[in-house]
């Protein structure tokens, strides 16, 4: 028996996930646990085989986080699910001990797969990810940018400010101005929301290519 705890940023989706996975055979899926850090979902979880924990997008402060819940306890294995990845972001997260990694996309088999492979601490990437992996190592509108650029790109795509980015990476707001100057100006873009529109497309290649 595998048992599972789902927790993380999305209260829809990681609703809908512990569905989906409540029937499968072998698996004992308990309470869901929104609006929490992954060390506070550990903190309840540490009896757990497996974390299925949904995120809104990458950030230092979640790779800071998925870190010490690893620290902590390097017995529970962790299946993040993402709405797109970068290869850069990728191996961060492979490298906080995190083993298996899924798009919202996934399907119910692909999402038990994940836990399975999760639970027999192997490391998984679902086909939607994979995708963009081999994709980014090709041509792409942001091989241009710098690693800590795309930091900033995906952290701004995902609506954070220039205070809040300054926060997460620990650099002045002035230095984040630069990045957005540097990124705008690689990506031929005026505004944050063309900057949105620019990292969905992109996103949206990687899968249907």
């Known amino acids: ?27 004992n899926v308990l309470p869901v646990r929104v609006n929490q850090t992954p060390t506070q979902c550990l903190n309840e979880c540490r009896q757990q085989d497996v974390i299925v924990y949904c995120v809104n997008g990458y950030s230092s402060t979640l790779i800071k986080e998925l870190k010490k819940s690893h620290k902590d306890a390097p ?6 699910v993402m709405s797109m990845a970068h290869k850069h972001f990728i191996k961060k997260l492979f490298e906080t001990g995190v083993k298996a990694i899924i798009s919202y996309k996934a399907s119910p088999e692909e999402l038990i797969q994940a836990v399975k492979y999760a639970s027999l601490n192997q490391q998984y990437l679902s086909p939607e990810i994979s995708q963009m992996v081999v994709k980014t ?29 300054s926060s997460e990476l620990d650099i ?17 873009i005026d505004r944050n929301i063309d900057l949105y529109r620019i990292v969905s497309q992109e996103a949206s290649y990687m899968l249907n290519k």
Do not use: W
């Open 75 to 80: 017995q529970v294995n962790k299946v993040l």
């Open 172 to 188: 002045s707001p002035k230095t984040v101005n630069t990045y957005r100057y540097r990124i705008f100006s690689k990506l031929s």
């Open 137 to 165: 190592s090709s041509l792409s509108n942001f091989n241009s940018l710098s690693r800590r650029e795309l930091e900033v790109t995906y952290m701004l795509a995902n609506g954070m400010n220039v205070k809040n980015v």
């Open 1 to 27: 028996m595998i048992n599972i705890s789902l927790c993380g940023e999305h209260t829809i989706s990681t609703q809908s996930l512990a569905r989906l996975l409540q029937d499968e055979q072998h698996f």
